[in-house]
């Protein structure tokens, strides 16, 4: 994956659960800095995020940001500059609260951003347009 995102000059997502550390060692074994990409549904803590960063990737954040006992993310959601971090609904996955154990879709979107507007006490808005913004540097879209 990491080689054909090379070849391709393409970013690429990555999902990671509990595996931080392996992951950090291939993705830079594999010079994946070149290209970068998301990191899909964040789940790990300021350090793994940091390093993550470090090598090119963005911070994209789920449904599970609004969960309560999601501290560690919480933290990060705070940290992570402008420019550096997505949100996304893992739909059909991963709903916020108030919608946590039920089927997500995309519109329910707007609560991730909310989230993320309070963790850094900023208008929703702001959210909106600095994840936008991300997309479109990643992806060469806008």
Do not use: D
């Given at each position: 994956h990491i080689r054909a995102a090379r070849e391709t000059g393409k970013p690429f997502i990555i999902h990671c659960r509990s595996a931080a550390d392996d992951l950090l060692s291939l993705?830079?074994?594999?010079?994946?800095?070149?290209?970068?990409?998301?990191?899909?549904?964040?789940?790990e803590d300021w350090d793994t995020a940091q390093a993550a960063m470090d090598l090119?990737?963005?911070?994209?954040?789920?449904?599970?940001?609004?969960?309560?006992?999601?501290t560690a993310i919480k933290?990060?959601?705070?940290?992570?500059?402008?420019?550096?971090?997505?949100?996304?609904t893992d739909s059909p996955y991963l709903a916020p609260v108030p919608y946590r154990g039920k089927l997500n879709r995309?519109?329910?979107v707007v609560h991730v951003a909310a989230?993320?507007?309070r963790l850094r006490e900023v208008?929703?808005?702001q959210i909106g347009k600095e994840s936008?913004?991300?997309f479109g540097r990643l992806f060469h879209a806008l």
């Open positions: 993705l830079r074994a594999e010079r994946a800095e070149a290209v970068g990409g998301v990191m899909h549904c964040f789940t090119g990737f963005v911070i994209s954040f789920s449904g599970i940001v609004t969960f309560k006992n999601a933290e990060v959601a705070r940290r992570v500059p402008a420019g550096h971090y997505m949100i996304e995309p519109g329910l989230e993320l507007a208008r929703i808005e936008t913004g991300t």
